[in-house]
T-cell receptor, first 115, second 112 residues
Framework: NAGVTQTPKFQVLKTGQSMTLQCAQD?????MYWYRQDPGMGLRLIYY???????DKGEVPNGYNVSRLNKREFSLRLESAAPSQTSVYFC??????????????FGPGTRLTVT | GENVEQHPSTLSVQEGDSAVIKCTYS??????FPWYKQELGKGPQLIID?????GEKKDQRIAVTLNKTAKHFSLHITETQPEDSAVYFC???????????FGTGTRLLVSP
């Protein structure tokens, strides 16, 4: 049981380049999330997917797009990277069945630098 | 929407001392308050949580207290050990569908 996996672990992009961050979970969770973590700002929600086939904006969605490919996979795409998107990106998942099971399980993160 | 404030941003203690981290939240409808520990180079991991119908919860050396009237909750770590050194985040469940709003984190350093 690998939990939540993310690829790649590290990435350096030039301004204007695009890339997709991959996330997969093997816990059969309904909900998945993308966060970014910046010094002194905690974890901020970019996008989330309440269930397969649905996605919604979080607190800081500008410059990103997401795809919930199936129940296991949730990808984050940067179409035209900017230096302001330099950050550590975390994917998370939760059961979120409505029965009070709110715990979110986090992946190991992707450290992205945009020059 | 929900707003969570966390203090202090850094906390240094001697091994064996207690550590307390405090958070306040703004949305009185929030009903779930987890604490996450993040070790260097890893993703956050849940260490304890509390729901709004409970005032205190304890798990070995860690405890969380909740004051709904004042809208604040705290993490207490007793008999700290060097392996407790990490960044700790509080969060509150707010903003509609199960969206956690996180505090800005506390870096705890436990010196031997």
């Amino acid at each position: 049981n690998a939990g939540v996996t993310q690829t790649p672990k590290f990435q350096v992009l030039k301004t204007g380049q695009s890339m997709t961050l991959q996330c997969a979970q093997d816990m059969n969770h309904n909900s998945m999330y993308w966060y970014r973590q910046d010094p002194g700002m905690g974890l901020r929600l970019i996008y989330y997917s309440a269930s397969e086939g649905t996605t919604d904006k979080g607190e800081v969605p500008n410059g990103y797009n997401v795809s919930r490919l199936n129940k296991r996979e949730f990808s984050l795409r940067l179409e035209s990277a900017a230096p302001s998107q330099t950050s550590v990106y975390f994917c998370a998942s939760s059961e979120a069945s409505g029965q009070g099971d709110y715990e979110q399980y986090f992946g190991p993160g992707t450290r992205l630098t945009v020059t | 929407g929900e707003n969570v404030e966390q203090h202090p941003s850094t906390l240094s203690v001697q091994e064996g001392d207690s550590a307390v981290i405090k958070c306040t939240y703004s949305d009185s409808a929030s009903n779930y308050f987890p604490w996450y520990k993040q070790e260097l180079g890893k993703g956050p991991q849940l260490i304890i949580d509390i729901r709004s119908n409970v005032g205190e919860k304890k798990d070995q050396r860690i405890a969380v207290t909740l004051n709904k009237t004042a809208k604040h909750f705290s993490l207490h770590i007793t008999e700290t050990q060097p392996e407790d050194s990490a960044v700790y985040f509080c969060a509150a469940l707010g903003g509609g569908f199960q969206k956690l709003v996180f505090g800005t984190g506390t870096r705890l350093l436990v010196s031997p």
